[in-house]
């Protein structure tokens, strides 16, 4: 079941999911999170930072675990997700960075670590919320395109047009890892609940394919039709061809 909320821009996009995200963790202060990287999720984290530096948030009893992360970037690269979330949000609030999670795409042996990424979640016992972005290919986490939707963390091989897509953060295209590790559709599914996070005309194809589309693993975000509290935050360009 998939809630809409329509929103004008970019901008109101950004402080509405922060109020979804702010209540839940106002409700239950030690809601363990499930967040996301990406260029749309960045204006909800300002808007949750400027609450928090206001005394109107409080982390500290916060868990997060991500979503995703490129195989073979340094946790000091400056495009790893790792130091996104730091930079984008843990550095900024008072959540413990020993209760933060994301997979070690560092790892030598890629299968253990989505073994042990798999255990993280679990340990965590269940996450209450779960944010999401979208691709403009229905992708969410680094779930592509496929024949059959992954259950649990696995290591992908990223589309040519998410390679393409996320070149714009790197110095060429050929500095974009082609491998990346990413929680399963199964994963994300036993979130209790869904947050996704839609901007721009980019992402209208995708939008239109997850709500109304039939559910496919063509399509990896139709899957959330089956989720019984999804919330979509999406603004009127995202929305244009519902
Ligand atoms: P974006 O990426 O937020 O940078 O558009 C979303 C995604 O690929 O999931």
């Known amino acids: 079941m998939i809630t809409i909320i329509r929103t004008k821009n970019y901008d109101e996009m950004s402080r509405r999911a922060a109020n979804i995200m702010a209540a839940q963790i106002t409700l239950k202060n030690d809601s363990v ?7 749309t999720p960045v204006g909800m984290y300002q808007e949750l930072i400027r609450r928090c530096e206001a005394g109107d948030l409080d982390f500290s009893r916060v868990r997060s675990v991500n979503l995703d992360e490129y195989v073979g970037l340094e946790r000091t690269h400056d495009q790893s997700y790792y130091y996104f979330m730091n930079n984008n ?5 008072n959540i413990d960075p020993a209760q933060t999670f994301l997979p070690d795409g560092t790892c030598k042996d890629t299968e253990a670590e989505c073994r042990r990424y798999h255990d993280v979640i679990l340990g965590m016992g ?9 691709g ?3 992708h969410i986490g680094f779930n592509e395109p496929a024949e059959a939707f992954a259950a649990r963390t696995h290591c992908v091989q990223l589309a040519e047009s998410t390679i ?3 070149a714009r953060f790197f110095a060429s295209e ?10 399963g559709i199964g994963e994300i599914m036993a979130a209790k609940k869904i947050l996704i996070l839609a901007s721009g005309k980019a992402k209208a194809e995708a939008v239109k394919g997850m709500v109304a589309g039939p559910v496919s693993p063509q399509m990896p975000a139709s899957i959330l039709q089956f989720h019984p509290d999804v919330t979509l935050v999406a603004d009127e360009e995202a929305l244009s061809l519902l």
């Open 136 to 138: 403009g290919n229905g």
């Open 164 to 166: 393409k897509a996320n």
């Open 126 to 134: 269940g996450v209450d919320i779960q944010l999401l972005g979208i």
């Open 33 to 39: 999170l499930g967040l996301a990287t990406g260029s």
């Open 174 to 183: 050929s500095d974009v890892p082609r491998f990346a590790l990413s929680m």
């Open 89 to 93: 949000l843990f550095k900024h609030v």
